[in-house]
Structure formats: C-alpha cells, structure tokens
C-alpha cells in the first residue's frame, strides 16, 4: 500500500467488527501506521521490496482467512455490502474463485468497467478481470502454488498481465469460477496518468495471447491492429507479434536471461 493507507484505515475500522473478517496490510512505510491496540485482526507486514506482484505474493503466503480479496489502498467498502458477500461465499463452498463488480467513488451509479452478464466465466474472460474484482480461496491457491509472476506488473518494466496469468494458471489447476455480478467495492475510476502501451506491455500481452493457442494468434493481430491505429506506433504491434512468437514460458525465459 501506499500513501493513501491513513484514509484506509477509518474504514478498516468499521469493517473490522465483523466476525471472521481478517486484515493485513503490506506497506513500505509501515513505521507510519497508527493502529489502535484493540485491532487484533489487523496485521501489517512491512516490505521493502518494489513491485506489485511481489506484495501481491506475500499477501497470499501471509493471510489467514479462508477467502482472500486482494485491494487497493484506495478502495471504500460498505459494511452492508460486505455481510452480504460473506454470505454468499459461505452458502457457495465449491467456489474457488469469485468475481464480483465495482463502481465508481466519484459516482457510485457508474462502474468501473462496462460489465457484461457472464451466465459461465470461460478462459477468454479472464483476460478481462482485475485483481481487485477476484476473490480467491486460500487453500486452493496455496494447495497449487498459484503465484503472481513476479517479473511483470507494476514495478517492473513489463506493467500488464500479471492478474491474466494468475487466473490462467488457475484455470489450468481446474480452478472453479464463479460471478456475483453485483457491486461490492468502489475504486476510482479517475484513470488520467495510467500508462496503458508501451513496447514493454505490448510483448507481455502477446506472450500471454500465446497461452489460449490459434485464439491467441487472433487476439494478438487484433490488439495489435487496435494499438497501431490509436497511437500510430509500428513497434507496439511488433512487440505484440515478437511476444506472441516467443510465448509465455520463452517471455519469461527471456526476461531471467536479459535477452529481450
């Protein structure tokens, strides 16, 4: 987490008299958090490591809970609707992945995304989906050793994909997907200032295009043709294509041994 952990915590105050409702906070300034001592179910694990992949990592090795929902720290969730989820995670027990949707803090009557009804979340879904939306049982997740790659997300040069591929090796352990298409989170849906294409996103979204096979071929010159007509750039539809080419496992193969 970052700087916006002292408004975080108001909040983490009032979700925190709910049973069975466990907080841990991974921040690089940790000496800066004031916590009341009555907070028993609040932990902050102090990192001082860069990358949102790794926090995301230590959060999952960390928790303690049976679901694990991975946040911002500029996220505000309403009691009511929390009670709610908690009950639809405990009356659907052969769920191992649930996505939930999110609206805006500036207007709650807007979302996040343009939601789509999903009456069965398929592999391609998964391209869509943000690590904010998913909420993970533990024990699935630890009994596969499902990770973040650590190499890409923000943090590192290759800023895109870490949570597709999260959920795609999920998927491939058998991971069962479930949707509960109602709001239970408002993030900000300010986006001025997010670096969505550079050559170093491009290779990663074409190395994870790779992993849904032929499908994947389409994906790629589709995204490809998009990037090259919004920002006129030849070499994000390169990078696209040179990722594709190289995979997923020859991708990261070539980030270790410094050959991209």
Not at 72 to 94: A, C, G, T, Y
């Amino acid at each position: 987490m970052g700087t916006n952990i002292n408004n975080l915590l108001p909040m983490i105050e009032r979700l925190v008299v709910i049973s069975g409702i466990d907080f841990l906070i991974l921040h690089q300034n940790s000496n800066q958090v004031e916590i009341n001592e009555y907070h028993q179910s609040i932990r902050v694990l102090p990192l001082d490591n860069l990358g949102l992949s790794k926090s995301r990592n230590a959060a999952l090795t960390y928790a303690q809970g049976e679901f694990i929902w991975l946040l911002d720290d500029d996220v505000m969730i309403e009691k009511s609707r929390l009670l709610i989820l908690l009950k639809h995670l405990q009356n659907n027990p052969s769920v191992d992945f649930l996505r939930v949707w999110i609206n805006c803090l500036e207007n709650s009557d807007e979302f996040f995304k343009n939601y789509q009804h999903l009456a069965r979340i398929h592999k391609l879904n998964l391209l869509q989906f943000s690590s904010i939306e998913i909420i993970c049982r533990r024990d699935f997740v630890r009994q596969h050793n499902i990770q973040f790659n650590e190499r890409i997300g923000l943090g590192t040069p290759y800023q895109a994909t870490e949570e597709a591929n999260f959920l795609i090796d999920a998927w491939q352990c058998n991971a069962r997907f479930a949707s509960y298409e109602e709001p239970f989170v408002q993030h900000t849906c300010n986006f001025e200032g997010r670096v969505l294409a550079t050559d170093n996103i491009m290779l990663a979204r074409g190395a994870t295009a790779s992993r849904y096979g032929v499908l994947g071929v389409m994906l790629s010159l589709r995204w490809g043709i998009r990037y090259l007509i919004k920002y006129k750039k030849i070499s994000y539809f390169i990078s696209i294509v040179k990722g594709l080419y190289l995979g997923y496992d020859g991708f990261n193969k070539a980030i270790d041994s410094n050959s991209i």
